[in-house]
């Protein structure tokens, strides 16, 4: 499987909204509603943020929100805080058991 | 509180054999599918493979089929990875991590298997 298509790098002020890019196919995020974000700080194992393309596990503010339309999923994180800086990750289920991961987006807090 | 303890990570060379370790524990640990995810070095994740709760279920991502074997003890609360074939491209941190439906809801700390000469 190709890993799903995600941006290197995006970046934005405290407060302000972003939204991270996943791209993907029909066999995977297009053909499932099983997208899933994680972040991950530097040294740090990555944290679920997102499951079931827009649900929030207990404990994630809910700045944190995803949805999906058509290959393509994204993950938004508005009132960016400091604290959000950090590496994400979107996963899809690709059918079979099997998983892929994107590439990783590098959020910067300005 | 659900942990995963991975270990048995290490320098080993290319062609060598290892075997890791994961041990769960804070949940019904029989309940529940497991994978295992890796991380080379400044790189993404990539997922590797999973296993159901009873063992009747496995697959492997095509980078390590036929090389990598994963198992579980139940009685045990532990995952296991038996790697065979090592190549260079395996350096990784390897992560244990629990299905909590089609998604990785848990991780471990992850284990770094380096593969050098």
Request: proline share 4%; net charge neutral; charged share 15%.
């Amino acid at each position: 499987q190709s890993a799903l298509t995600q941006p290197r790098s995006v970046s934005g002020s405290p407060g302000q909204s972003v939204t991270v890019s996943c791209t993907g196919t029909s066999s995977d995020v297009g053909g499932y509603n099983s997208v899933s974000w994680y972040q991950q700080h530097p040294g740090k194992a990555p944290k679920l943020v997102i499951y079931d393309v827009s649900k929030r596990p207990s404990g994630v503010p809910d700045r944190f929100s995803g949805s999906k339309s058509d290959n393509t999923a994204s993950l938004t994180i508005s009132g960016l805080q400091a604290e959000d800086e950090a590496d994400y990750y979107c996963c899809s289920y690709a059918g079979t058991y099997t998983w892929v991961f994107g590439g990783g987006t590098k959020l910067t807090v300005l | 509180e659900v942990q995963l303890v991975e270990s048995g990570g290490g320098l080993l060379q290319p062609g060598g054999s290892l075997r890791l370790s994961c041990a769960a524990s804070g949940f019904i640990f029989s309940s529940y599918s497991i994978n295992w995810v890796r991380q080379a070095p400044g790189k993404g994740l990539e997922w590797i493979s999973y296993i159901s709760s009873s063992s009747s279920t496995i697959y492997y991502a095509d980078s390590v089929k036929g090389r990598f074997t994963i198992s579980r003890d139940n009685a045990r609360n532990s995952l296991y990875l038996q790697m065979n074939s090592l190549r260079a491209e395996d350096t990784a941190v390897y992560y244990c991590a629990r299905s909590g439906g089609l998604y990785v809801d848990y991780w471990g700390q992850g284990t770094l298997v380096t593969v050098s000469s």
